[in-house]
């Protein structure tokens, strides 16, 4: 298990599947809310807080996140009531309508394997390109202006659509709410890191 401290109030924790399996904690049993993933919280709040001073004070948001081979990336932000309804009031809004609105291009894929997927795809074209951001519970792709090749974009944006869809999230959302995985090349690290498998293996 890895903390690392994002901000004053966030943090994030890497927990490998060996650290699970030492628990006794299946892969299929991180999505429920059983004692054995509450005793894994807590141990984590913990160690968050001993190795990086995280304390757990009031109301909290806690998104999980798998990867392929680490483990799971779990980010724990600290909140208040009054910040969470304005921040839920402008999430449900249509935040980014087309391209003069916001500047560059950015895809959101329904999970991590997804975004593996497109950034193979994307290798030819872009392959020092692009931020990965997480964000409610997906995982989004940005690449800011002047990244891409203007006769690429189209293509760019084709290989993108079959993985994803255009994100609705604003890049100025992803960097003050997100957890940026990748801060840059995150095209050429996601296939560095992720070598490409078969669909069964996935």
């Not at 894994?40 to 001993?50: G, P, Q, R």
């Not at 304390?55 to 208040?80: D, R, Y």
């Not at 935040?95 to 916001?102: A, F, G, L, N, Y």
């Not at 959302?173 to 992720?194: H, I, K, N, S, W």
């Amino acid at each position: 298990m890895r903390v690392e401290r994002i901000s004053d109030t966030k943090v994030r924790i890497f927990i490998s599947y060996e650290d699970l399996e030492e628990r006794g904690i299946g892969r299929d049993e991180i999505w429920q809310n059983g004692r054995k993933i509450q005793e894994l919280f807590w141990d984590m709040m913990e160690k968050a807080y001993v190795e990086v001073g995280f304390e757990v004070m009031g109301p909290i948001a806690v998104e999980a996140f798998t990867m392929p081979t680490e483990g799971v990336m779990v980010v724990v932000t600290q909140v208040s009531a009054l910040p969470d309804e304005d921040e839920e009031h402008v999430d449900d809004e249509p935040i980014v309508s087309d391209r003069e609105d916001s500047p560059g291009l950015c895809y959101v894929f329904q999970d991590f394997e997804e975004a593996v997927r497109a950034a193979h795809a994307l290798r030819s074209l872009c392959p020092a390109g692009g931020k990965l951001v997480a964000y409610n519970a997906r995982f989004h792709l940005y690449f800011s202006p002047g990244e891409i090749d203007p006769r690429d974009e189209d293509a760019v944006a084709a290989v993108l659509g079959e993985y994803g869809e255009r994100s609705k999230t604003t890049p100025a959302m992803l960097e003050e709410y997100g957890t940026v995985v990748f801060p840059e090349r995150a095209v050429d690290q996601l296939c560095e890191r992720f070598p490409l498998k078969p669909s069964s293996d996935w």
